[in-house]
């Protein structure tokens, strides 16, 4: 039923969360459409980050469900940037959970979402250079 248990990465999360009964579907499960929106929201994070300022999500590639998000576990989500065009960014985002009375860990949830950059007419603009 659920992956072997694994050791989340050692960075810090984007966003960390408990999924709470309002986020189930009709048959009381963890829906997927929740855990997905909170993947964009941490990407999201990221893109601001390094296009220092506002992006939009454009597209997202490869999404695997990989196991259940049961109501009460914390779900904590890692966004790493993975390649970066002229105005474009590739976003890897990965989910994993904890029950609420373990240490247990487990990757629920994994895919790459791509951003634009924008301004504030909401066109796409150059990516800042990389600082440093």
């Not at 499960?29 to 997905?36: P, R, S, V, Y």
């Not at 300022?53 to 940037?81: M, Q, Y």
């Amino acid at each position: 039923m659920l992956h072997k248990t694994a050791k989340m990465p050692d960075e810090i999360p984007v966003i960390r969360t408990i999924a709470m009964p309002a986020d189930t579907n009709p048959a009381g499960d963890i829906f997927g459409g929740w855990l997905m929106s909170q993947m964009d929201l941490a990407a999201g994070n990221v893109a601001a980050r390094a296009a220092r300022g506002r992006a939009a999500t454009v597209a997202v590639d490869a999404i695997a469900f990989l196991g259940p998000v049961f109501v009460g576990d914390e779900v904590s989500l890692f966004g790493r940037l993975v390649s970066r065009g002229r105005t474009s960014m590739r976003i890897e985002v990965e989910a994993w959970r904890r029950s609420r009375d373990a240490e247990d860990t487990n990757k629920v949830t994994e895919a790459v979402f791509t951003f634009v950059a924008i301004d504030e007419n909401r066109r796409p603009r150059a990516l800042p250079p990389v600082e440093g």
